[in-house]
């Protein structure tokens, strides 16, 4: 998240000794919760309540609670099922009409019945309003939306798009209640009205409280009565004190190596635990096609040859990460390891310099790369420091690192003043599109210059038409393949998601996978 160049992502939690993990879950739905009220904590904020502006990790994690789409993911499933609809497809062979019907009995909040004409408002006011801060850019190849009846939804495509159905069951796909939302404008006072599986009871600067949904039909089960949700606003050891004191039963996201290794070794050790999931987070080294240094294909060869994933992995990341080795991660149908299969694992000096020289280049490329210190994890300025320490090892280059805060840092990339730069991505929905289109096709979301005719103009438009996912696999291998050779990006860690709990909270297990939505209704208090 986000398919734009502004890209807010919510922050890997950096820094977690293999040997603290206490496994993938901390109890499962069936362990008897009360029924009490949760707190939970989290360092990243929500920027918007209205589902026509947030685009942000915090923001889809409130939507996703709130709000219902047609479609959700169900627990560590990357297919949507139905939800708000009783059945969704496609009509025709070409993918590019697409049918839904609404459940019987559907409620807002309110008590206003969900009808069609709800849904189809929803999505004509995601693309008038066209927030710079919006998913709108998710729907390009949206024509029209129609309702032939009330239970009715009949959405036309211009091109045609087998990933409709991932895109409109995330968050981007939250139905509002037309009578309560201005058809050409965001609402603007912090509140909102769904027919998710919670109600939005208030929302400020510090905590978001969050009740159950008596209106609610779907297929969400909750086990408590509500979440509150504070925020630290970026302060990882505020957010690990509100774990130890107790006044948070859950600490998500945000926390470095060493808070999670305090927490563990605390006195009250016994009261926290620290409960893995899977990810899909990616965080790739970005180069401008056009800079006079990282523009030289020879450059770019020497520093893939050159970065040693494991030793980040190991030195800042303690544990917490994965090597990447291709554009598409692992868990995600399409993934190979191109660029393992390319510049192998192990740093080679001797192949950077022959990079080099085949460049024409002789003496030390002097090289900044760019980072930005808290927007992709509290680590990504210690992790791009221990990268230009393994390029300066080789003798090869003199790199130096550069931090800026995050909304001079967007400016800077529009503008082409950075030649190599750090993103992160975490991804809308789990489908190897994702990962593939707003980087690479057109209009790209990277601002690095990068265009290759044979991925935008067949591999991508294949991709997206094939309602065979499987099918797509030839295809997306070899996209993976071109960007291996050409290296606009180069892959470096895949996340895992973590979060410490109080050890009387249960579910997480059931919060913490590839689809990214985080299911406040799985957990409960025993």
Known sequence: ????????????????????????????????GTGSSVVMGMSDDVLATDPASGYDPGSWLLFNNV???????????TEPE??????????????????????DGLKFSNGDPLTSKDVKFSFDRILKINDAAGPAIMFPMLDKVETPDAKTV???????????????????????????????????????????????DSFGNDKAVFSVNGNYQGN???????????????????LKKALLDGSIDIAYRGLSAGDIADIENADNNSKAEVVEGSSAEVQHLVFNMKDRVAGKLGVRKAIAYLLDRDAL????????????????????????????????????????????????????????????????????DQELKAIAGQLNASGLFDADVKSVAFDQYEKDIAKGKYGVYVKGWVPDYPDADNFTAPFF????????????????????????????R????????????????????????????????????YGLEYCLDASTVFRFWELSKG
């Not at 009509?91 to 459940?103: E, P, Q």
């Not at 949700?229 to 505020?238: E, I, T, V």
């Not at 994965?322 to 692992?330: D, G, T, V």
């Not at 990079?355 to 760019?370: F, Q």
Request: net charge positive; hydrophobic share 35%.
């Open 1 to 32: 998240m986000n398919m734009r160049n502004q890209w807010p992502v919510l922050p890997v939690v950096a820094g977690l000794a293999s040997g603290l993990l206490t496994g993938c879950g901390t109890g499962g739905s069936d362990s008897g």
């Open 67 to 77: 709000f219902q789409s047609l479609l959700s993911f169900p627990d560590g499933g």
């Open 82 to 103: 139905p939800e708000a609809a009783k059945s969704c497809t496609f009509t025709d062979t070409s993918t590019k009409v697409y049918r839904c019907t609404l459940k």
């Open 154 to 200: 009949v959405f036309r495509l211009k091109v045609p798009d087998a990933t409709f159905p991932s895109k409109i069951a995330s968050g981007a796909g939250s139905i509002v209640d037309h009578t309560q939302y201005d058809g050409s404008k965001l609402r603007k006072d912090g509140q909102a009205v769904g027919s998710g599986p919670y109600k939005l």
């Open 220 to 238: 969400a089960k909750t086990k408590n009565s509500g979440v509150t949700l504070q925020f630290f606003h970026g302060k990882p050891s505020a």
């Open 313 to 380: 992995i190991k030195d800042v990341y303690q544990g917490t990460a994965a090597p990447l080795y291709s554009i598409i991660p692992a868990g995600i149908a399409g993934h190979n390891t191109a660029f393992f299969d390319t510049y192998g694992a192990s740093p080679s000096p001797a192949k950077a310099a022959a990079a080099l020289r085949n460049e024409g280049i002789t003496g030390k490329v002097k090289l900044t790369l760019w980072s930005t210190p808290s927007r992709y994890g509290p680590a990504t």
């Open 441 to 468: 096709g057109r209009g790209n979301v990277l601002s690095n210059n990068y265009s290759n005719s044979t991925i935008t103009g067949t591999l991508i438009p294949r991709t997206a038409a094939e309602s065979d």
């Open 470 to 505: 499987a099918a797509t696999d030839n295809d997306y291998g070899r996209l993976q393949d071109i960007v291996a050779d050409q290296l606009p990006v180069l892959p470096v860690w895949q996340a895992k998601q973590y979060a410490v709990t109080r050890q009387n909270v």
